[in-house]
């Protein structure tokens, strides 16, 4: 890109400021390799033989790379964020206050949750390793102010560090899981257990760990030249990392009893190689959080598009002040509830401009105030997904619930109805 530093957030992207599907394949993959990212494959084999859990994992998988390879779509298209994007649906108050609000809370909670662990994890290797006492409230600030000017700087510094971090966090990890199948054998990962999730259940978890990314997804991908591009950066970016951190999380929680790959390399003797694969791991997610935030941020309180770069910076303040408080102790259960919040959105997303739009970028357009269609279709999908327990069915409730409305409910539909100028 011509700016570096990338300073507006929601100005189209142009076809000479588009990237190599290469590029943005690394980004996704960034995305991809964090601390929850393992703590998929923990959470399922607690609950779930180990054989049946791979594959649980492994559909979500599937489903979460065609559901962001369809969204992603739209944002290669028109070159736009997804906040903007949802203003053909939701209207541009609609967008403001309601998708871009709950993409930001999300997006900052997560910055919070990664930055209070690798905060955590860092003051306990320097305590154990080298007798030095380093506060968690200096870590927290230490790791987020590094994770935040990476996204400051925008996509183009979010690429070199996944230039980087990618291919070394793969050794990292075939390493560590090496040495802990060396350490401990492989005798227990077949140990059965009795079944407490069943295999939809197992899928539903899997896709959960993805939900904002995959609603989001347009926000990168509207870097992409082409709907070809699109496709190869999200599948091999996105898929094989995915499978990769579930199996090894898994692995580790048989084996070891530990699914954090740089707790099982400091355990197995090489605290170093633990705590860089932790912060590496980390930093490639957390950076592509504040971004992400940010363009909501901007988006939700309205500032002007050139203050990217500040709004960048205030959102990394909050999710790392969420992680210095501890707040974000007890934000977990609040931010997967968000799924069924933003899940509905994708699905209003890709009927306004698959089936109503006739996926053509010429047949969308950004719609002035409310629009009560995609307001309804949103509130009710999010309850009936939230009643049976499957927040991605929201996507497909809140599709056809759309549909509805715009053909059949014309006082309801979006350009027959009154709405409030901006």
């Not at 030095?132 to 927290?140: E, G, K, L, Q, V």
């Not at 090894?248 to 170093?272: C, F, Q, R």
Request: neutral net charge; contains cysteine.
């Amino acid at each position: 890109m011509s700016n570096n530093k990338e300073v507006n957030a929601l100005a189209p992207i142009s076809k000479d400021q588009r990237e190599s599907w290469v590029s943005l394949a690394l980004v996704q993959a960034g995305i991809c390799v964090c601390v929850p990212a393992f703590l998929m494959g923990a959470l399922l084999v607690e609950e779930m033989n180990f054989w049946p859990a791979i594959w649980a994992g492994t559909v979500g998988a599937v489903l979460v790379v065609a559901a962001m390879i369809i969204i992603g779509f739209i944002g290669c298209d028109l070159g736009l964020a997804t906040c903007t994007i949802t203003e053909s649906t939701f209207g541009k108050k609609g967008s403001r206050y309601i998708a871009s609000t709950i993409f930001m809370i999300n997006l900052i909670g997560w910055f919070g949750i990664n930055n209070g662990e690798c905060a955590m994890s860092f003051t306990n290797f320097m305590s154990e390793c080298y007798g030095i006492h380093f506060p968690y409230t200096a870590s927290c600030i230490l790791w987020g102010i590094v994770m935040t000017v990476t996204a400051v700087f925008g996509i183009k510094a979010v690429e070199k560090l996944d230039y980087v971090s990618i291919p070394v966090l793969l050794i990292v990890m075939i390493v560590g899981t090496a040495m802990a199948v060396n350490l401990n054998g492989l005798q227990t990962v077949n140990t059965p257990i009795e079944p407490t999730m069943t295999f939809m259940e197992g899928v539903i978890l899997s896709f959960d760990f993805f939900a904002v990314g995959i609603i989001t997804s347009s926000d990168f991908t509207r870097f992409q030249k082409s709907r070809k591009d699109t496709v190869l950066s999200v599948t091999i970016g996105v898929f094989p990392l995915t499978i990769i951190t579930l199996v090894i999380g898994a692995m580790l929680t048989k084996i070891a009893n530990e699914y954090d790959i740089s707790m099982v390399l400091i355990k197995v003797g090489i605290p170093l190689l633990g705590v860089i694969s932790l912060i590496l791991s980390t930093w490639t997610t957390n950076s592509t959080n504040a971004y992400t935030g940010a363009l909501n941020a901007v988006k939700t309180f309205n500032v002007p598009d050139n203050r990217r770069r500040e709004v960048t910076l205030a959102v990394g303040f909050v999710g790392t002040l969420l992680g210095v408080t501890g707040i974000v102790d007890n934000m977990s259960t609040f931010i997967g509830f968000l799924a069924y919040l933003v899940c509905p959105i994708g699905g209003i997303m890709l009927a306004d401009y698959f089936i109503l739009g006739k996926g053509k970028s010429e047949n969308w357009r950004s719609r002035d105030g409310f629009c009560i269609s995609a307001i309804i279709a949103w509130a009710v999908s999010a309850v009936l997904s939230y009643i049976i327990k499957i927040d991605f069915s929201s996507i497909l409730f809140a599709a056809v619930i759309f549909i509805v409305i715009e053909r059949y409910i014309p006082a309801l539909a979006r350009d027959k109805q009154k709405v409030e100028k901006e």
